[in-house]
């Protein structure tokens, strides 16, 4: 089952270099640190990392897990590849509907998942302002898998709002959605 837990804004938690190291991650331009712009989820599943790929990957189930409680998945797309679409229409217990789109930026089977929403098919920009990108990591540990989320901001009152819209929360139960399908 489930053994580690970490949610929120403590982003040097989610990267494998040294707390020093990631500190000094600036983005040039800006001088502001990608821990600014940065929230980080990570979780352990007792699952193999096939399954949790797949659980991600394949819309079928990506749709059973996918939001927080008293939400489920309409619609759901996923053209798995560099430049490829993933949507998904969310609707909650109300009827209200919050679509979720964007593009898949970088894909390393079993590894690695790279999306954002600031492009659609065909590096067009979106025509909503940009909100995150988002970095996956899997790490396989034989029966069990853990999982780092990464989203990343535009700018940091882009960080804050989304750990305002209830980041650690809905992530949480995400995650436990995720762990109980995979269980």
């Not at 949790?52 to 939400?71: E, F, K, M, S, Y």
């Amino acid at each position: 089952m489930l053994d580690e837990n970490c949610i929120g804004g403590n982003a040097h938690a989610c990267h494998s270099g040294s707390p020093e190291e990631n500190r000094s991650r600036a983005d040039r331009s800006s001088g502001l640190t990608l821990a600014a712009r940065e929230l980080c989820f990570r979780r352990l599943y007792g699952a193999p990392c096939a399954a949790v790929w797949a659980a991600w990957t394949d819309p079928r189930q990506l749709a059973l897990w996918w939001g927080p409680r008293g939400i489920t998945i309409h619609g759901c797309e996923v053209d798995l590849r560099p430049g490829g679409r993933f949507h998904m229409v969310m609707r909650d217990d109300r009827g209200r509907e919050f679509p979720h789109s964007g593009v898949f930026l970088e894909i390393l089977p079993l590894r690695r998942l790279v999306f954002t929403d600031a492009y659609e098919v065909g590096w067009v920009p979106s025509v909503d302002l940009p909100f995150m990108t988002a970095v996956v990591a899997f790490e396989d540990l034989g029966s069990k898998t853990r999982v780092i989320v990464q989203a990343r901001h535009w700018t940091p009152a882009d960080r804050e709002a989304h750990e305002r819209m209830g980041f650690v929360e809905t992530w949480s139960e995400s995650a436990d959605k995720l762990a109980a399908y995979l269980a």
